[in-house]
Antibody, heavy 121, light 108 residues
Framework: EVQVVESGGGLVQPGGSLRLSCAVS????????MSWVRQAPGKGLEWVSG????????YYADSVKGRFTISRDNSKNTVFLQMNSLRAEDTAVYYC??????????????WGQGTLVTVSS | EIVLTQSPGTLSLSPGERATLSCRAS???????LAWYQQKPGQAPRLLIY???NRATGIPDRFSGSGSGTDFTLTISRLEPEDFAVYYC?????????FGQGTKLEIK
């Protein structure tokens, strides 16, 4: 059974940093891309970042480029999202999602339950 | 980037009725790389359809997808009580992948 579990969300002040983690099990982690998708309160879905199975390719939405960094540890079946210079508009539930393929940029067949990030003073 | 516009914003129907949800793209979606997701309150999205018309594992056959180019449709043939939720389309044929704004399917 595939499991995707996010952690690390919380309240942070504008300009602050936060690191999200996503632990997965139930599939061969290194064979699949992983992505982060966020959802602001009462709003729709927004793709944030993705990474290929080996970690050699990374992708970012323009809204977070230069501020967020995605990484993964294939020995621990975990993907991370380092978020710096946070803004109020980054407030959202952040979902970790498994890409259907190796390279990332496809659709997502498994999602975690999400972790809430609130940026506020 | 490709903008996806979903209509209607809200659809009010009764159980047993047929639901037709639309997703229109601002430019052609390459290879019909379009997916549909269902999201219930407080839950993560759930994959329903990929490549426009292929049902994901475990999805009931009352859900069907169709379309190509810029116009795509999700049809639910006979609504069950558990089908009332928000539905999102996603294109992944062009980078960056993008989502529509969602259609809320509510009980009439």
């Amino acid at each position: 059974e595939v499991q995707v579990v996010e952690s690390g969300g919380g309240l942070v002040q504008p300009g602050g940093s936060l690191r999200l983690s996503c632990a997965v099990s139930g599939f061969t982690f290194s064979r699949y891309g992983m992505s982060w998708v966020r959802q602001a309160p009462g709003k729709g879905l927004e793709w944030v970042s993705g990474m290929s199975g080996s970690g050699d390719s990374t992708y970012y939405a323009d809204s977070v480029k230069g501020r967020f960094t995605i990484s993964r540890d294939n020995s621990k079946n975990t993907v991370f999202l380092q978020m710096n210079s946070l803004r109020a508009e980054d407030t959202a539930v952040y979902y970790c999602a498994k890409d259907i393929g190796y390279s990332s940029g496809d659709y997502f067949d498994y999602w975690g339950q999400g972790t809430l990030v609130t940026v506020s003073s | 980037e490709i903008v996806l516009t979903q209509s209607p914003g809200t659809l009010s129907l009764s159980p047993g009725e047929r639901a037709t949800l639309s997703c229109r793209a601002s430019q052609s979606v390459s290879s019909s790389y379009l997916a549909w997701y269902q999201q219930k309150p407080g839950q993560a999205p759930r994959l329903l359809i990929y490549v426009a018309s292929n049902r994901a594992t475990g999805i009931p056959d009352r859900f069907s997808g169709s379309g190509s180019g810029t116009d795509f449709t999700l049809t639910i043939s006979r609504l069950e009580p558990e089908d009332f939720a928000v539905y999102y389309c996603q294109q992944y044929g062009s980078s960056p992948q993008t989502f529509g704004q969602g259609t809320k399917l509510e009980i009439k």
